[in-house]
């Protein structure tokens, strides 16, 4: 009698080969069907923190400006695919700057760098230096410009970031996809 209970109490211990194959199966087709999603939110995460990081370091700039009250000014640019910016004076030299990096996923979308792109950045383009520039002056006002830096992802995600400098008074605004065409 003591040997049959054991027998069935063995029999009903583990998984069979068949539900380890479903469970492992199951498991691959949830993962396969996260992966996308969580990739894009991922790059939607790197692509707002790239915008804030932007967005401060314009108004750092303007910031520095009145506080030292001379032109200063934000240069930014794609370097070896990598976006990157830094915040000085008008004076200095493009070879003595302190660049910034953003993530490498990241890229500024304009005709400048890929002819397919629409006109999303609308800073001044230095052509010598191979950047954008935005400056402020004393008051931190824009010396007649005014624009917009548009980032987006180079896995090509329909996602798009841009900071405005809206007025001549310097105002500044963030936007997102649609709203990054005005």
Known sequence: ?????????????????????????????????????????????????AQEKLYLALREAQNNAK???VTWQVSFRENNSTVQWAVHPASATVASLSW???????????????????????FDYDSTNNLWKMQFGYKGNTHGQIGRITLATRNGGQAKRCVFVSTLLGAMRIAQDGDCVN
């Open 1 to 49: 009698m003591n040997r049959k209970i054991s027998c069935v109490s063995q029999s009903i211990v583990g998984f069979t080969l068949i539900e380890t194959l479903l469970v492992t199966v199951i498991i691959g087709i949830l993962a396969a069907i996260m992966v996308p999603s969580w990739v894009a939110f991922i790059n939607t995460r790197q692509l707002n923190a």
């Open 67 to 69: 506080r030292d009250k």
């Open 100 to 122: 910034q990096k953003l993530e490498p996923v990241i890229r500024i979308v304009d005709t400048d760098i890929n002819a397919s792109d629409p006109n999303g950045t609308r």
